[in-house]
C-alpha cells in the first residue's frame, strides 16, 4: 500500500472479497453482472499490475466498515516517458459521496512524490459530468476531446483528457 489513507475514503491493496464488483460500477446498467469467476479473474488483475510494471491498483474502502466502494489505480505502461495516468470507479449506490474526489486527491499526492512522474492524465467519457468535476477538483485541467480514442464495451469512445503536472 501506498500510505494513501487521508481524508473520507481509505485506500488500500484489493482483496479476494469485494463488496463492489467491477461491472456494478458501469453505466449504464444494462452490462451483466459478473460471475464469481469475472470477479476472480478481475481481482488477478489487478494483483499483478505492481509485478508486471503495469502501475498500482488500489480498493476505495469506506473509512468506518473497511468495505470496498470502488477502485482507483496508477497505471504506469508509459512510465518511461514520465507520464502515469489514473482510473477509478464507484459502486452507483455510494456515487455523489465525495469517494471519488477524496481517493483521487490521495492518489495525486502519492503519486505526485514519485520522481518518474512528470505529468499525470486520466480520460472520461464526454457524458461523465461527475467524473470530469471529482477530476477538477483534484487538480486535473480540461485539455481537450480524443475522438474515438479507447474501445469500451466492444465499440469506439470518444474521450476528454484531463492532465496535471505534479512539479508546476
Known sequence: ??????????????????????????????RPTPTP????????????RTAQGQGYSFAVADRASD????GIGLWTGEIDTGRASTGYWVAPPVRGRGYVTDALRTLVGWASGLPEVERLQLFVEPWNEASARAAVAAGFEREGLLRSWQRVGGSRRDMVVYGLLPRR
Do not use: F, K, N
Request: glycine fraction near 8%.
Open 67 to 70: 468495505e470496498a466502494v470502488g
Open 1 to 30: 500500500m501506498c500510505g494513501c489513507d487521508r481524508g473520507r475514503p481509505r485506500t488500500r491493496p484489493p482483496s479476494s472479497r469485494p463488496r463492489a464488483t467491477p461491472t456494478s460500477r458501469s453505466s449504464p446498467p444494462s
Open 37 to 48: 469467476e469475472a470477479v476472480a479473474a478481475y481481482l488477478a488483475r489487478q494483483h499483478g
